[in-house]
T-cell receptor
């Protein structure tokens, strides 16, 4: 079955520590891949996207993600977390050749940052 | 560039009442989406428009939900009558061809 899996529901890190949020997908062909962030009471903000080419993608706010075809993964990373990064993070996919632009989301990972 | 605008931000209604949400997409974006985000879950597509035509409404509970996009710009999503399980955040997004979906701030609906 097609799915997007974020195995970690909640992650807590200390400010200044590194961060990695996991995302795995199950689709026939490599889909387009996205990470969004949602702060409390806000909508979704696009952090970065992968369509093709370089498997290491740079995004906003110092985030990056690496696409690994062999593992069907698109993990989000940040070398040093700031308190303002506390939010919920969603991985999303757009299947290639599907209805234009429709996204399928994982259930999200809630990030808490300790001072 | 102005973002996707949604109103109201919050709404509380009693079950069996009706409610409507409004969305104004980014100027020039032909594709408009309505997503439903239930607490603790990722957003799920309800309906997708291309200009003023429906592309995908397979997940829209058509017995109570309806949506329209007049003149291919603004869109309205309506629920009538509301149920307790409709409590959620309703997100509107828009995109240009080949571009990613950009989201509004959402409307948080509470049905009591």
């Amino acid at each position: 079955a097609q799915s997007v899996t974020q195995p970690d529901i909640h992650i807590t890190v200390s400010e200044g520590a590194s961060l990695e949020l996991r995302c795995n997908y199950s689709y026939g062909a490599t889909p387009y891949l996205f990470w969004y962030v949602q702060s409390p009471g806000q909508g979704l903000q696009l952090l970065l996207k992968y369509f093709s080419g370089d498997t290491l993608v740079q995004g906003i706010k110092g985030f990056e993600a690496e696409f690994k075809r062999s593992q069907s993964s698109f993990n989000l990373r940040k070398p040093s977390v700031h308190w303002s990064d506390a939010a919920e993070y969603f991985c999303a996919v757009e299947p290639r050749g599907s209805t234009l632009g429709r996204l399928y989301f994982g259930r999200g990972t809630q990030l808490t940052v300790w001072p | 560039e102005a973002g996707v605008a949604q109103s109201p931000r919050y709404k509380i209604i009693e079950k069996r009442q009706s409610v409507a949400f409004w969305c104004n997409p980014i100027s020039g974006h032909a594709t408009l989406y309505w997503y439903q985000q239930i607490l603790g879950q990722g957003p799920k597509l309800l309906i997708q428009f291309q200009n003023n035509g429906v592309v995908d409404d397979s997940q829209l509970p058509k017995d109570r939900f309806s949506a329209e996009r007049l003149k291919g710009v603004d869109s309205t999503l309506k629920i009538q009558p509301a149920k307790l399980e409709d409590s959620a955040v309703y997100l509107c997004a828009s995109s240009s061809p080949g571009g990613p979906a950009l989201f509004g701030q959402g409307t948080r609906l509470t049905v009591v």
